[in-house]
């Protein structure tokens, strides 16, 4: 104990807080916790015993230290997603990206400063599938006296949306690894940790998140989508909801009675208790628009309860339409319907000129593989090249140590053939592997379209990429089109978030400005497509001086 606050002292001295905030610290322990859901029990990895984890609070500015220890036979790192992480790429967390993993029996304290954000975040394990459940809610509230720009709410509270497999996760993924094929999907998808009364188990009648309200009041709701690999719809029965902001940047508000949230993404609405005293359900149920993909097809369900409202199981509960899973216009309307607020003290700031036009196609393939069930395995791929992790170093060592032997800056910007993406697509179906990066210059400008493709099947793809935000300027079906295109582009008050759905069978278009330096990683926040291989990282070189360049790494970062 000494020795780990002489740790977080010595921290602090070395890396002066440079924002107006305080220092926040917090102890994470990775353990086992035996815990049951829909009539079976099984251990699974938490923090602090928790599943979901606990909340992390901060203001922006603040400085914050997470002691992270791990006693689990699993290693372990922590990613705090959609944090900025600006020069402090050490803490950003993803195994063998920007850190070695955290091994059983060690500890590892992330350090970073809150800059310029304010809203909702989250953080979860970045390695093998642990995230499943060690994930949590991150709480960014403005800085003292900053009000937000809109109505004060009366309460609020964190709503994570999850996914559940009754076998151990680890087996799964291994499983479907050693066969070639896909992974089994989960049993039932979860709010706050629970399927909820409508589940298939007897035992869980009286299970499930229940939200407690007063008639009159204005709730902000900060939810979160922690699942592995679906969309998901998420509604209250009776009520309309307020979007007012995603992945901590305000929206223009608007009022919808269904959101659509990939993995990775976050969403704040308000909700106004103007119905009658009663109870409402919550439904949290998947999307996907490809139908021969197969998913968790099953409803979370939670309940609002009004107070004074009876709330026993024989209570009558308001119900109501669940989107059918394939329901694209209701997705597509709630993505087209976000606006970045672009106000006096909150502008968008979309880049108008372009250093680095990018086009990356993303999607699965298929490789030989002799030991597996049909002598070849499903991979997944970014310009046909699916990703190979180092394991000798991080990559974020390696650049700033200039490693040799540990990955290339050669990654190309276009994919190496074209063809009609969202077709049929060639008649070789088979990737390249590499550790490849793509080289930014500091403060430059980057336009990156993501493509989709219909190698085995066209399917939305949440892609998120780390150490920044970025624009959302343009979406649409089929393939991009280079002249045609970007006459449509938002370039007056786009989203920004750091998490999009790609469309199914389509295209994405983001902007961002390349100002931190560093190692950035860009993958599928689909579990499995990452594993397979949709993933890379743009190595991002340091600019002039001290504040233009990555900190030097701590001295208790991990080592492989």
Known sequence: MESSVHTILLVIFLFPVLANG?????????????????????????????????TLYAREGDNVLVNVVNQVKYNVTIHWHGVRQLRTG???????????????GQSYLYNFTITGQRGTLWYHAHILWLRVTVHGAIVIKPKPNVPYPF?????????????????????????????????NVSDAHTINGHPGPLSSCNSSQNDGFKLQVKSGKTYLLRIVNAALNEDLFFKIAGHSLTVVEVDAIYTKPFSTDTLIITPGQ???????????????????????????????????TATVHYEGSLSTTSATTTTTKIPPRNATPIATSFSNSLRSLNSKDFPCKVPRTIDHSLLFTIGLGVNP??????????????????????SSASLLQAHFFNLSGVFTADFPGNPPVAFNYTGAGPSNLKTMSGTRLYRLEYNSTVQLVLQDTGIIATESHPIHLHGFNFFVVGKGVGNYDPKASPSAFNLVDPIERNTVGVPSGGWAALRFRADNPGVWFLHCHFEVHTTWGLKMAFVVDNGNGVNESILPPPSDLPKC
């Open 22 to 54: 305080i220092t926040r610290q917090y102890n994470f322990n990775v353990v086992m916790k035996q815990t049951s859901r829909l009539c079976s029990s099984k251990p699974i990895v938490t923090v602090n015993g928790r599943y979901p984890g606990p």
């Open 369 to 390: 593989c002799a030991n597996c069930v049909n002598g070849s395995r499903v991979v997944a791929a970014i310009n046909n090249i699916s990703f190979v992790m180092p």
């Open 266 to 300: 976050t969403t704040n609405i308000l909700l106004t208790t103007n119905k009658s005293p009663g109870q409402y359900l919550i439904t949290a149920s998947p999307f996907m628009d490809t139908m021969i993909i197969a998913i968790d097809n099953k409803t979370a």
């Open 151 to 183: 109505s004060q709410p009366y309460k609020e509270v964190v709503v994570i949306l999850g996914e559940w497999w009754k076998a151990d996760t680890e087996a799964v993924i291994n499983q479907a690894m050693k066969t070639g094929q896909a992974p």
């Open 90 to 104: 050490w803490a950003d967390g993803p195994a063998y990206i920007t850190q070695c993993p955290i091994q059983p």
